[in-house]
C-alpha cells in the first residue's frame, strides 16, 4: 500500500515540484496551500509524513507543528524552510520534528529523507 | 432625403452665425469631449490589454510548471523533442519569454544540487540566454538590470564586454546589478570591479557587496588592496571588511590610518580596529586616540570616547576629559556615562574642565530652583 504524505506549502512552484517527485517514487500526495487547510486534511486522513513548511499563511508552521504533535503525535514530521537561523532549526527540533531541510533543496537529497523518516517511523511502530 | 455633407455644411455656417464667444465655447466643447473620449478609450484599452496579458502570464506559468518539472524528474519525458515544441508554441512574445525567466528564476531559488544544472539546461535550451544578451545591448537600463540579475542567479557566464560598460553606468541600479554579476562569477578576483569604477560606492551597494560576498565561494579578497581608493567610499568598505573578516595582518595598516586627513576614515579605522580588539595593539590604539583627542571633531570625539569605554581603562578616561568642553553636551553625557562604568559606585574623575564645568552647572541649576 502506497505511503500516504502531507505536503503543506505555499509556493506553487514548490507544491508542483514536490508533488512531481513524490509522486515519481511511489508516494501518494496530498497537498494543503495553508495551515487551516492542512488541519483539515489531518483530522480525515492518516498520513504517513507530513513535509510543512514554516511561514504558511493563517497559522504559522510553528502552531501546525506543535498542533500535530498533540494530536497526532506518531506522525513524522520534516521542516521545508528558507529559514537558516541556527536558534529556528533549534526551536522546529524542540518541537519534536524529525528533520529539517533548508530551501533551496535538492529534491534528489528530500526523496531519500523522506524515505529515511517514512522507514524509521514504520521501525519504531514494528518495535512497539 | 438630406445628404450627411449637406448636413456637415450647413451645421458648419451655422456655428459661424453664433457670436465669437459662443463659437469658441462650442469649439472648445467639442474638443474636451474628443479628448475625453480618446482618454477613456485609452484607459479601456490599456486595462482589457492588461487583463490579457495577465490571463497568458497565468496560463503560461502554469505550462511552465509543468514542462520544468517533467524536464526536471520525469524520465520518460522526450527532452530534446519537448523543448523544440515548448519554445514553438509557447514562447512566442517578449511577454512570453520575460515569463518564462520569472518562472526559471523560482526554480533556480528554490532547488539545487543536480537540478541546477538541469535548469541552466532549460533556460539555454528555451533560447532565452540570446533573448537577455539582446536586451544587455539595448539602452534601456532597467532591461540591462534584469538581464544581469538572471545570469548571476543562473550562474551563467556572458562575454566581458556586455557587462563592464555598466560598472559605471550613471543608474544606481545598473551598476549594482553589474557588481554582483562580477562578483558572483569571479572565481579569483570578486572585487576587482572596483578598480575600475569612477563613482564612489553608495551605502546600498556596500551592502549588496557585503552579503554577495557572504555566499561567494571561492577564496576571501584581500580587502587592503583598496584602501588607498581614490574614493573614501570604497576605503571605509574595504576597512568594514577587514575587520568583518579578521585580516588582522592588516591592523598596521588601520593604524597609520588613525591619522589620515579624512575624519570619515579615521572614524572608520577607528571603529575597524575597535571592533577587531586585538590585545597586542590595544594600548598604541589608545595612545594614538588620546593624542589625537583634543583636535578631532564632535563625532570622533564620541567615538574614542566609547573606544575607551569598550576596550580603554579609566586612565584613558581621565586622560581625555580636560579637552571635553561645556558646550559638548553629547560628550559629557557620554564621559559621566563611562565614569559610572569604571566606577559604579562614585565618581572619580576630578580637577578637570568637565567636573568643573559639571558643578557649577549643578550650582547654577540649583539657584534656579
Known sequence: MKKKILVIEDNPMV?????????????????????????????????????????????????????????????????????????????????????????????????????????????????? | MVSPIYLK????????????????????????????????????????????????????????????????????FNKVKEMAVFKKRQLKTSLDKRVAISQILVFAENLKGESSAVIQEIFLGLGLYHFLISDLKKNAWFKKAKALFVFYQLNIKIPMSLVEPSINSSRNELRQQAFLYLLHSSTENPLGFLDKINTPLTLWEQIYIKNALKSYKGNTPDFSRWIDHKFPSVAIFCMKMIADYDQFEHIPLLLKLLNHENPEIRQQAILSLRDMEISETLEVLLEVLIDNFPNENIVLKQEILKTIGKIGLEKHLQAVAPFINKEDGILKVELQRLDRYFNPKSSKIENTNYTNNLQSDTINMSHGT
Open chain 1, 15 to 128: 507544491v508542483k515540484s514536490l508533488e512531481f517527485k513524490l509522486l515519481k517514487e511511489g508516494y501518494d500526495v496530498a497537498i494543503a496551500m495553508d495551515g487551516r487547510s492542512a488541519m483539515q486534511q489531518l483530522e480525515a486522513t492518516n498520513f504517513d509524513l507530513i513535509l510543512t513548511d514554516l511561514m504558511l499563511p493563517f497559522i504559522s508552521g510553528s502552531q501546525l507543528i506543535e498542533h500535530i504533535k498533540k494530536n497526532h503525535p506518531n506522525i513524522p514530521i520534516i521542516v521545508l524552510s528558507t529559514a537558516t537561523q541556527e536558534d529556528i532549526i533549534t526551536d522546529a527540533f524542540n518541537m519534536g520534528v524529525d528533520d529539517f531541510i533548508t530551501k533551496p533543496f535538492s529534491p534528489n537529497e528530500l526523496a531519500l529523507r523522506v524515505k529515511r523518516s517514512i522507514g524509521s517511523f514504520k521501525n519504531q511502530l514494528s518495535h512497539k
Open chain 2, 9 to 76: 455644411m450647413n451645421l458648419a455656417s451655422d456655428i459661424h452665425e453664433l457670436p465669437p464667444i459662443l463659437e469658441i465655447n462650442l469649439v472648445l466643447t467639442i474638443v474636451f469631449f474628443v479628448f475625453t473620449l480618446l482618454l477613456i478609450s485609452l484607459i479601456l484599452y490599456l486595462r482589457v490589454h492588461k487583463n490579457i496579458a495577465n490571463r497568458r502570464k497565468e496560463k503560461l506559468d502554469l505550462l511552465l510548471i509543468d514542462f520544468i518539472n517533467n524536464y526536471l524528474f520525469n524520465e520518460e
